[in-house]
């Protein structure tokens, strides 16, 4: 009997599952390449498509170059899986400890994304040409196709939805490879007629090898994990979690505990209140006695511990995408001591959505909003909010930018009563000039009267921010004298310096940010990227 006769009473079903396999980790591996490279890069379109164009093009190298491969093709086969494990298996860990070098982690980053496009374009060139001798063209390569496609929607739909919320990503890379391993491994039987027996043993035992190896380094996820983060922040992690839409990660250092969402500092627990002083009262000076807020952003609640400190205050509404960050106080008590367990208190209703969305719904529709939790109120859309506190990252990716376009302050703006007046975090004037003035000139085109301010945060420096309303705002301003507790940072004299802009803070040309052009965003990655 002849390997072929052998190979033919072998279920071919298990090669295609072999195709399943290598086609949804190929995308895994290409989809955290690209998720890493924007979490720690920033502007999430470039790093995308980049990735995905180095990817697909090494994949044709990987097609041309099996077509050198004349001999041994079973083997050459086996030991390319074993590549793709070890390579891509390890890619998240060695990208996340690359980091500390931005340069050196580009090179990494587009070397291993090259490398294991290639690899794959490799395998299945080579799985088709072993299988050739068992089915027609035509079944060959609709059969190969169909279930190299339904790997990537498999991996597309596994990646978002549980991968990345569950396992983390590096736990997910170094699974992929345990499986581009096991498919290896097993070929070693699956393809045994077509195997010559000299150096099968060492064929097992290099697969062996590899498995063992990224089994170690899954045992040590966490800690590779929290070594690259510390490597990347600086600081010892206290703190750590992956959410559907973000990682969430706390350092400490001698004098305080920091967030950072994606590898991005957010506050400092030292000097927050600078930041947060800054943010909400001049919005809430500006109006005689406020009682209804909106706060867009700040899942983290220390906006909301300022806001609370106004007895006139009836209402806050906080919509924050991630759960994850209104929640992350229950977890992580500092954070709760720090915000006064500002999310707590009965005035306050927790929205878990997209603001862009939730503004844009909010109306359209009569629609009560249910809020989080049962014992807070209901919000109806058509209630209109005296404040509006703007609390979102800086925007370094589009789907940010979009919360700092025209089409989203003309939604808000029908959120608002007539003298309402908001606050928007803007990043800062001095790093990112025409991001600043970007921000203000877009908010300046749908009709608010704005007035430009900043303040000086030592863990940020320079920071700015835009007092805005569809009316004109009062030139000086008073912090209010019922106001609960002192103010560490803020007095009537600073507030109202902060609304100075020094010579080298002044307006800069800048273009209005359009959903449709996001010109923002790419400001933004100019002018911080020259920091990295």
């Not at 929205?351 to 109120?377: C, H, S, Y």
Request: aromatic share 10%; net charge neutral.
């Amino acid at each position: 009997m002849n390997s072929a006769d052998s190979m033919n009473r072998a279920p071919l079903f298990l090669l295609y599952l072999n195709v399943l396999i290598i086609a949804s980790c190929g995308l895994v591996y290409e989809l955290l390449a690209g998720t890493l490279a924007s979490y720690l890069l920033g502007d999430s379109v470039t790093q995308f498509s980049l990735v995905i164009g180095i990817y697909l093009s090494a994949l044709g190298a990987g097609a041309w170059i099996s077509r050198f491969v004349d001999e041994r093709l079973a083997r050459c086969f086996i030991e390319v899986e074993l590549a793709v494990a070890l390579i891509g298996g390890m890619s998240a860990p060695v990208l996340f400890l690359a980091f500390s070098s931005v340069g050196a982690f580009r090179a990494v980053l587009y070397g291993i994304v090259f490398a294991i496009g290639t690899l794959v374009g490799l395998e299945l060139p080579l799985l088709m040409r072993l299988l050739k001798e068992h089915l027609d063209f035509e079944d060959l390569v609709s059969r190969v196709l169909a279930f190299d496609y339904l790997g990537a929607l498999f991996a597309a739909l596994l990646f978002p939805m549980f991968c990345v919320p569950r396992l983390g990503l590096v736990r997910t890379s170094l699974l992929c490879g345990l499986l581009n391993a096991a498919v290896g491994l097993w070929g070693t039987y699956l393809l045994r007629p077509l195997l010559s027996s000299r150096g099968l043993s060492g064929l097992r035992g290099r697969a062996c090898l590899v498995i063992g190896l990224l089994i170690v380094a899954l045992i040590k996820a966490d800690s590779l994990t929290t070594l690259a983060e510390e490597r990347v922040l600086g600081e010892p992690v206290v703190y750590a979690e992956s959410t559907p839409y973000q990682r969430i990660v706390l350092t400490r250092n001698v004098r305080g505990f920091q967030l950072h969402l994606n590898g991005h500092l957010q506050f400092n627990s030292v000097d927050e209140h600078r930041y947060h002083e800054a943010l909400v009262h001049p919005a809430l000076s500006a109006v005689k006695s406020p009682r209804h807020v909106l706060v867009l952003g700040g899942g983290d609640g220390l906006a909301v511990r300022e806001i609370l400190r106004y007895p006139s205050v009836e209402s806050v509404t906080l919509v924050d995408l991630d759960p994850g960050m209104t929640t992350l106080a229950d977890r992580f008590p500092p954070l709760a001591e720090l915000s006064r367990s500002s999310l707590k208190d009965r005035r306050v209703t927790i929205i878990n959505e997209d603001a862009f969305l939730w503004v844009g719904r909010a109306r359209r529709t009569d629609n009560p909003v249910r809020p989080a939790k049962e014992t807070d109120r209901i919000v109806r859309p058509t209630e209109k909010f005296d404040i509006a506190i703007i609390d979102f990252p800086d925007p370094g990716t589009f789907s940010v930018g979009k919360l700092y376009s025209t089409r989203f302050y003309r939604m808000l703006r029908e959120r608002l009563t007539a003298d309402a007046v908001i606050s928007v975090q803007c990043t800062s004037p001095l790093v990112a000039p025409r991001s600043y003035w970007c921000i203000v000139k877009t908010l300046e085109s749908v009709g608010f009267h704005v007035r430009p301010y900043h303040a000086a945060v030592p863990t940020f420096g320079e920071w700015g921010f835009v007092l805005a309303s569809p009316t004109p705002l009062p030139e000086k301003l008073s912090l209010s004298p019922d106001l609960i507790g002192p103010s560490r940072f803020l007095t009537d004299s600073v507030l109202n310096s902060l609304f100075d802009l020094p010579p080298d803070l002044a307006r800069v040309e800048a273009e209005v940010n359009q959903l449709n052009n996001q010109v923002l965003v790419h400001y933004y990655d100019q002018e911080w990227g020259t920091m990295k």
